[in-house]
Structures are given as structure tokens and as C-alpha cells.
């Protein structure tokens, strides 16, 4: 592992919100003394909220985003009765395992990208395939492809072109992997980090990412893109560079970005 990914692991909201939480339990159990020495000991939920108040206090200081200090303040409590109700129910121990196994794998590193899975609908497809050059073949690719919707209907409309797409969860890779082949598609599905691809090769990159992904992938795209190639964002804008184009999708109200360089 370099020190460039490692550095971005350690930077990862993800990591930190767990530090935080870590760090808020001795506040905590010192809140939980001094209640009882006051003649008021918490029950096991009050205890849960005084850790997770404590842990989105902690969160709000360090700057994470809103909806970390949500998260923060619901996880405790939610685990405590994610307990209650395990035993409740007489859930087996087994069904969570599966549980977290099946969330990895759809999820993998998102923790780390800040990249959940978005799917595109087909006014998306339209507007994308309408930018790919139309008088010769061409090189496309999607990063973070899900479940190849987008790459399998551009390999459709355009069976001259190379359509590639890549994904780094495991399962949303392998369902793509699976739906390219049941179809005959010559859709190519990738698997790992786009940031070790080099976009030089593409003729149009799309991407369906996040607001926290947006300054890295220009970065990446004002480094590596050709002229005459093309950038395409749904939903999420650039904001150290506006873009050349845009459209509104009518179905969702969401915009389509567009960068020429």
C-alpha cells in the first residue's frame, strides 16, 4: 500500500467517526459515575444516548458532515437494542454474520470513497449516449459502475464503441460481470479503484460518485483526459471548475454535468 492511499484511509470520515465514538467512552463512563453518585444511574439505553450525545459532540468539534453527528448519536442506542431485539426474537447469531457479509460485499470500501451505490436511470443513459462521438468509434468507460446498467445499454446502442466500466464492491461487480455475459454483451467490466486507471484512454469518462469524490476526480481528469475528450457527472457538480454544459433530467429534477477538455 502507498503512502498516498494510506494517508486517504486514515483520512476517511468513516475511521474517524469510530475513533470519536472510542474517544467518547471514558466521557461517558465518567458521566455514568456522576450520575450515580448523584443518586441517578442511567438505565442501559439513557447510558447509550449519554455515549452517542457524547460521540456527536466529539464529531461536530473535529468537522465532520451533519449527518455523521446523526449517525454518531443513533449507533449506540441502535446497537444496544439491535441486542434486546436478538435475544427478543431468538435471532441467531449466524444471521448477522450473513448480514455484514452480504452489506461488505455491496459496499466494500465506501467507508474509505465516501461512495455509496447510486443507479442512474435510462434519461441518464439517453443524454450520455448522445455524447459519444457519432462519426467514429469511441473508448467509454463508467467509474463505479454498480450493477452495468449504464455500460450494458451503451454497449447496446453502440456495438463500435469500447464500453468499459469499473466497480470496486465485489457483489455489484460480479452481478455485472454475470448480466454482460447472459446477454452476449461486449461490455467489459473492471474490477478496482478508478484511481488506477489512467482516463488518457477514454474518450468519455461518466461518473455517478459523491460530492466528497467530485475535487479528487478533477484532479485525476485535468491531469489525465485528452483534447477532445469528455467528462460527465450526474447529479454531483465540480466545484473548483464549472462546467461547459449542463441539462436538467425532467424525470428527476437532477442535473448532468459536463466538462469538455
Known amino acids: ?28 463512563l465518567a458521566a455514568v459515575w456522576l450520575l450515580a453518585r448523584a443518586g441517578m444511574a442511567p438505565q442501559p439505553l439513557g447510558v447509550a444516548l449519554l455515549q452517542g450525545a457524547g460521540a456527536a459532540l466529539l464529531s461536530w468539534r473535529a468537522g465532520l458532515a451533519r449527518w455523521w453527528l446523526a449517525i454518531q ?55 450520455v449516449a448522445g455524447l459519444l462521438p457519432q462519426e467514429r468509434p469511441a473508448a467509454a468507460i463508467d467509474i463505479g459502475s454498480g450493477l452495468g446498467g449504464l455500460v450494458l445499454d451503451l454497449a447496446r446502442r453502440r456495438p463500435d464503441c469500447r464500453i468499459d466500466g469499473i466497480e470496486l464492491a465485489p457483489l455489484p461487480w460480479l452481478a455485472s460481470r454475470l448480466r454482460a455475459r447472459l446477454e452476449g454483451s461486449r461490455a467489459r467490466f473492471l474490477r478496482g479503484d478508478y484511481d488506477d486507471l489512467d482516463f488518457g484512454s477514454y474518450d468519455l469518462v461518466f461518473a455517478y460518485l459523491s460530492p466528497a469524490a467530485m475535487a479528487a476526480l478533477w484532479r485525476k481528469a485535468s491531469a489525465e483526459m485528452q483534447p477532445g475528450s469528455v467528462l460527465v457527472s ?19 429534477h437532477k442535473n448532468v454535468y459536463v466538462w469538455h477538455f
Open 73 to 127: 448519536f443513533v449507533f449506540p442506542s441502535a446497537l444496544l437494542l439491535a441486542q434486546d431485539g436478538a435475544r427478543g426474537l431468538a435471532l441467531p447469531p449466524a444471521l448477522f454474520l450473513v448480514v455484514f457479509l452480504l452489506l461488505v460485499l455491496v459496499y466494500w470500501s465506501t467507508f474509505r470513497t465516501q461512495v455509496p451505490y447510486y443507479p442512474s436511470g435510462r434519461a441518464v443513459r439517453d443524454v
Open 1 to 28: 500500500m502507498n503512502a498516498s492511499r494510506l494517508r486517504r484511509i486514515l483520512a476517511a470520515p468513516a475511521l474517524r467517526a469510530l475513533l470519536l465514538q472510542m474517544l467518547a467512552f471514558p466521557l461517558t
Open 234 to 252: 450526474y447529479e454531483f457538480i465540480i466545484v473548483d471548475r464549472a462546467p461547459d454544459w449542463h441539462l436538467v433530467i425532467e424525470s428527476t
